[in-house]
């Protein structure tokens, strides 16, 4: 029999260790490599959406929350939806109605970075010609997808009016949806009759895609009040 002396066996033993730490450290590498991989192509793949998500908000933010406001500080009321296709809003009394944004009557772009036209609805209040303002009250609740409240219709900065965009699928989703039925095509149609709770949440890929801004009751009058227009 060999005898190794101690100071080998030692060595042998550290070697291995060393040999083995050198593996699990190669494997980890690997392992943080792949899923690195993994989330950038993600990341990659979900950028445009991201992107056009990003500059529907600017369009809502910039653009036609500040027609909606030059509009009512003109002509005393928000304007109605437009539900035929032609820009126009209707005429007065629109109540409970939904349609497209009345983008020629706000002199603004008709549709979002998807190529499809904006969804408008207008508080009962705030489209009639002329505004009653001991009538004016909140009439919309803006909830996540949870259902946990953003604002409600009691709320000083409830909707008087909601713009949304359906995103990339095309189709209003959760309670954007106004009769919940399943939408066949993606063309930002909203059948039936709209109810008084809307969402808006962050971007779900295959999920909830809809980018959805409001103008604040509170910051209309305000506007208008300035403007010596408030009735």
């Known amino acids: 029999m060999i005898n190794i002396p101690k100071t080998k066996k030692v060595m042998q033993t550290n070697a291995n260790k060393r040999q083995n730490g050198a593996a699990l450290l190669i494997m980890l590498v690997v392992l943080v490599l ?18 056009r998500h ?4 600017k369009i809502l933010a910039d653009d036609i ?9 003109s002509y005393k009321r928000i304007p109605c939806p437009d539900t035929n296709g032609d820009g126009i809003g209707e005429t007065p009394p629109c109540d409970n109605m939904e349609g497209e944004l009345p983008w ?17 609805r207008g508080n009962n209040t705030f489209t009639a010609d002329p ?17 946990a409240p953003i604002t409600l219709a009691n709320d000083a900065d409830s909707p008087a009016a909601i713009v949304f965009s359906c995103g990339i699928n ?8 106004a009769d919940s039925v399943a939408n066949t095509d993606a063309t ?11 969402v808006q949440d962050t971007y779900s890929a295959g999920g909830f895609d809809d980018v959805l801004l409001w103008l604040p009751r509170d910051k209309l009058i305000a ?7 408030w009735p």
Request: charged residues 20%.
């Open 188 to 198: 930002c149609i909203n059948p039936g009759t709209p109810s008084a709770d809307y």
């Open 34 to 51: 792949g899923s690195s991989y993994l989330i950038l192509s993600e990341l990659n793949g979900a950028a445009p959406t991201l992107k």
């Open 65 to 73: 929350i500040e027609a909606l406001h030059g509009y009512a500080v």
């Open 170 to 177: 095309g189709i209003p989703d959760g309670n954007n949806d």
């Open 131 to 147: 505004i009653d303002p001991l009538a004016v009250a909140g009439e919309f609740n803006i909830r996540d997808n949870s259902n």
């Open 54 to 57: 990003s500059q529907v908000s």
């Open 104 to 120: 020629a009557t706000l002199g603004i772009r008709r549709t979002d970075s998807w190529g499809r036209p904006f969804r408008y």
């Open 223 to 229: 506007k208008m009040s300035a403007a010596n227009n």
